[in-house]
C-alpha cells in the first residue's frame, strides 16, 4: 500500500489530492473537478494500520452520580 499526492494534469485546474491504495488503483484516479487525469506528485510506502483490542473490565455496578 502507498500514500501517494497527486496533481491535475490540466494546467488550469490546478487541483491537489492525496490517495492510499495499490500503485495499480491510483493511476486510475481522475480529477473530480474536471475529469482530466492525475500525475503523481509523491509517493510514499504505507504501513497497514495494526490495531491492539484491549478488553476493558466490567464494573460490578454502575457508578452512583452527584448532585452538582
Known amino acids: 500500500m502507498f500514500h501517494v499526492s497527486l496533481i491535475c494534469s490540466d494546467e488550469d485546474c490546478a487541483v491537489e489530492v ?6 495499480a488503483e491510483v493511476e486510475l484516479l481522475v480529477c ?3 475529469g482530466c ?6 509517493v ?4 497497514p494500520a495494526t490495531a491492539t483490542l484491549v478488553r476493558l473490565p466490567r464494573r460490578a455496578q454502575a457508578p452512583t452520580r452527584r448532585a452538582a
Do not use: F, N, R
Open 32 to 34: 473530480d473537478g474536471c
Open 18 to 23: 492525496e490517495a492510499c491504495g495499490e500503485l
Open 44 to 47: 510514499s510506502e504505507a504501513a
Open 37 to 42: 487525469t492525475l500525475q503523481v506528485l509523491s
